[in-house]
């Protein structure tokens, strides 16, 4: 266990719809991390907040956004969703925010249809 | 910008044989360098990590790497597989300038009794 707790563990939507996929960090943890794992893109970084702040971005679309509250959990919104949306969404953290260990949550499976 | 190429995309070994999955990166800077593996329905736990200290990196369960600057390579061994072994292994790059991580397509490593 990483201690990195994500929810849901399933989500099934129908294409048009907004999900919301909701991330913890490890204890003391300030950085959080979104990836998303799909069969034929692999594994893509999508975004970083550092305490709060965006650090880092990836191959995010447009459609997604996302948010690191003053608690530090963060919420991946996907929003116009398409079929190719489907996948499994990760969230990471770690201590600092650069070239630290992540650690990896269980991650989100995400079924549009 | 960094990439990195998992040259393989699936290696099969007999148990109690030594296994070689195979990374080359290309960096801009001085990269960091890991090994995550994910085993089915997980998230990814970290196997070992290179950051500019020394080439050869000794990881958990046995796992170690060695950084090749001279041949842009990073990969992976362990001198006698187990069958817990047998998982997705990914082979990550991270560039000094932002904590982008960009990740390998990943070697599935499967492992015969």
Redesign the interface.
């Known amino acids: 266990d990483?201690g990195?707790t994500q929810t849901p563990k399933h989500l099934i939507t129908a294409t048009g719809q907004r999900v919301t996929l909701r991330c913890s960090p490890r204890s003391g943890d300030l950085?959080v991390?979104w990836?998303q794992q799909s069969l034929d893109q692999?594994?893509?970084?999508l975004i970083?907040y550092y305490n709060g702040e965006e650090?880092?971005k990836?191959n995010i679309l447009e459609r997604f956004s996302a948010q690191q509250f003053p608690d530090l959990h963060s919420e991946l919104n996907l929003s116009s969703l398409e079929l190719g949306d489907s996948a499994l969404y990760?969230c990471?953290s770690?201590v600092g925010?650069?070239?630290?260990?992540?650690?990896?949550?269980?991650?989100t499976r995400l079924t549009v249809l | 910008a960094q990439s990195v190429t998992q040259l393989d995309s699936h290696v099969s070994v007999s148990e109690g044989t030594p296994v070689l999955l195979r990374c080359n990166y290309s960096s801009s800077y001085s990269p960091s360098l890991f090994w995550y593996v994910q085993h089915p329905n997980k998230g990814l736990q970290l196997l070992l990590k290179y950051t500019s200290a020394a080439t050869l990196v000794k990881g958990i369960n046995g796992f170690e790497a060695e950084f090749k600057k001279s041949e842009t390579s990073f990969h992976l061994t362990k001198p006698s597989a187990h069958m817990s072994d047998a998982a997705e292994y990914f082979c990550v790059v991270s560039g000094a300038k932002n904590n982008d991580m960009r990740f390998g397509a990943g070697t599935r490593l499967t492992v015969k009794p």
């Open positions: 990483s990195v950085s991390y990836y692999g594994l893509q970084f970083q650090r880092a990836g990760f990471a770690s925010y650069s070239e630290n260990e992540q650690f990896f949550g269980p991650g």
